[in-house]
């Protein structure tokens, strides 16, 4: 098993965000989350990924206890994750972002910098080489050289998917990935996410767009006021009288 | 594509040529001080630029690393007799221990409770200065630094610094060396990192890249050349009271690198090197000075916030695209 939760708790004083919160995932798999508004999405990739700490449970990768762990650490071990609000920087263009992206794969400091021995040119070409290779995948090579905040909406979210896998995540949580973008028009985004998938990396999202999660999705775990209220196939959660009332309120079930 | 490279290098070149060729058109022993005043500010200007301009960390301790500097230089030489060279040496060596010990806690806060705690680190270095008399003198202040020692050379030759030419050529390339140092780690792996803990902590952290440690890398690199220019200023000047260590200091070079151009390479030099001849010819305006630079820095902090380079980067892109719309 590539990773799993058990009994993952968060309290922010009185109120409980993640409640004896357990599921898995394996190596290859697109697993959603999913859960209204407040369900507690966000915060269990921000205490999986170290931005804040669980009151009580554990995070397991690759058979190791990862809790306690900083961000950056985590991320070195191989889980990236994305934020909900397209997150990049933005005062760089579209290629230096994707390059600085591999830096964590690279050891080189200030003093290989001043001197611009042997390691530190041979790191600089691995992550440009990296940028471009990505930079390919995800399509944005138009927008190469264009100031991230300047580029649209759709292509900050692309890029932030290409920073993050320029990382070489084995585990890559996303935040919301479609958030904001019109996918009748354009579902290049999730094609990105299927052709990640191909290429070997597990992937884990937050997603609220039901035709996303049920189109790409191997399970599907859905939260309630931060408590796992089902799991399974996708067909089968979303036929679940729980999952609907959770959604739609008591007495749509039954109907 | 070929014009914007050749722009790239031309003005840099021409500003060097200027800055060697000086000697040749330069005799007024004043004019020598102030453009060796210049090159000692812009060593400290392009260090606090690092922090500042490239890490994005408010610093309002640098005035105390370039007193720092400047006494352990001062007292190496006139308490212990040492060799300027060394003495120099150990004050940047020291302003970094300095810059680490002081990073370890103060960079853990972040945007404006990093520059409180840096400015009340400043305010304590400069009080400490001022009373620990038996080390420091006190307000008597340290007297009769000595200039740097001749260089020896083969078959009987020295380099001696007794002259403004010498002593001008010696700080000017000590900047140089200084830009240089900037210049490559901007332009690396680990300047991009510098950058991205800029732009976005969080951000950088998912990404694998540790920002304490980044921002610790970039303080310590600008206090150790925030202590080089110390040294320089006390050896040039000779003399040194607990007021060279003040957040007066820190302002002053805060001034020359928001007007020249956070940021940028260039803009902290262009800044020290500009505004200490437009300060001086402003003498006759007296106490009004300080109010014609104030009003100076408002304005630009409002409509030209990266200073004169980036105003210039700015203007110069802008003509670009109205050339080929």
């Keep these: 098993m590539l990773f799993k939760v058990t009994g993952l708790t968060k309290n922010f004083g009185g109120l409980v965000a993640v409640d004896d919160l357990s599921f898995h995932i394996e190596q290859g798999e697109i697993v959603s989350i999913i859960g209204p508004n407040g369900a507690g999405k966000s915060t269990v990739f921000n205490l999986i990924t170290g931005f804040v700490r669980p009151t009580k449970g554990s995070v397991w990768f690759n058979g190791e206890e990862i809790v306690g762990d900083r961000p950056f650490g985590i991320a070195k071990k191989g889980i990236t994750r994305t934020f909900q609000s397209t997150t990049v920087f933005i005062q760089d263009t579209v290629f230096d972002n994707l390059v600085v992206g591999h830096r964590l794969r690279t050891r080189s400091g200030i003093f290989g910098a001043v001197l611009r021995s042997a390691g530190a040119r041979a790191d600089e070409r691995r992550c440009l080489a990296k940028a471009e290779e990505i930079l390919d995948f995800i399509g944005l090579t138009p927008f190469r050289d264009r100031i991230a905040a300047n580029i649209p909406q759709e292509a900050q979210k692309k890029l932030s998917l290409g920073v993050a896998l320029a990382t070489e995540p084995s585990l890559l949580l996303l935040d919301e990935p479609t958030g904001g973008v019109n996918l009748e028009e354009d579902d290049s985004l999730i094609r990105i996410i299927q052709r990640i998938r191909d290429s070997g990396i597990t992937i884990c999202l937050i997603e609220h767009k039901m035709k996303v999660v049920m189109g790409i999705s191997n399970r599907v775990v859905v939260l309630n006021y931060g408590k796992k209220i089902a799991e399974g196939a996708p067909e089968t959660v979303s036929r679940d009288e729980r999952v609907i009332e959770a959604y739609l309120g008591p007495g749509y079930a039954a109907a | ?325």
């Design chain 2, 1 to 325: 594509m070929k014009k914007p490279d050749q722009l790239k290098y031309l003005i840099p070149s021409i500003l060097l040529l200027a800055a060697f060729s000086v000697p040749l058109f330069v005799t007024s022993r004043y004019i020598y001080h102030l453009l060796i005043m210049s090159t000692i500010w812009g060593i400290a200007a392009t260090a606090m630029n690092l922090i500042m301009g490239f890490t994005g960390q408010v610093n309002l301790a640098h005035g105390a690393f370039f007193g720092i500097g400047a006494y352990t230089t001062g007292l190496l030489m006139l308490k212990l007799g040492v060799n300027f060279w060394p003495a120099l040496l150990a004050a940047c060596v020291v302003a970094a221990i300095f810059g680490f010990l002081i990073g370890l806690p103060s960079l853990r806060t972040k945007g404006s409770y990093f520059a409180i705690g840096t400015l009340c680190f400043n305010v304590i270095v400069t009080v400490i200065i001022d009373r620990w008399d038996t080390l420091t003198e006190g307000q008597r202040g340290l007297m009769g630094i000595e200039g740097p020692a001749p260089i020896p050379l083969p078959f009987g030759y020295r380099i001696t610094f007794d002259s403004m030419t010498a002593t001008y050529y010696l700080n000017l390339i000590l900047l140089l060396f200084t830009l240089f140092v900037v210049y490559r780690i901007v332009h690396s792996l680990a300047g991009r990192t510098f950058r991205a803990v800029r732009g976005n902590e969080d951000l950088s952290s998912s990404l694998g890249i540790n920002p304490f440690r980044t921002k610790l890398i970039s303080f310590v690199t600008s206090t150790f050349f925030a202590g080089l220019a110390g040294g320089l200023y006390a050896s040039y000047i000779g003399f040194l009271s607990p007021e060279i260590s003040d957040f007066h200091v820190t302002f002053e070079v805060l001034i020359y690198v928001m007007i020249g151009g956070i940021g940028t390479l260039a803009g902290p030099i262009i800044g020290a090197a500009i505004l200490p001849f437009i300060s001086e010819s402003l003498h006759a305006l007296a106490a009004y000075r300080m109010v014609a630079y104030g009003v100076l820095l408002v304005v630009f902090i409002i409509f030209i916030p990266s200073g004169m380079v980036g105003g210039f980067k700015l203007v110069r892109a802008k003509l670009r695209a109205t050339k080929k719309g």
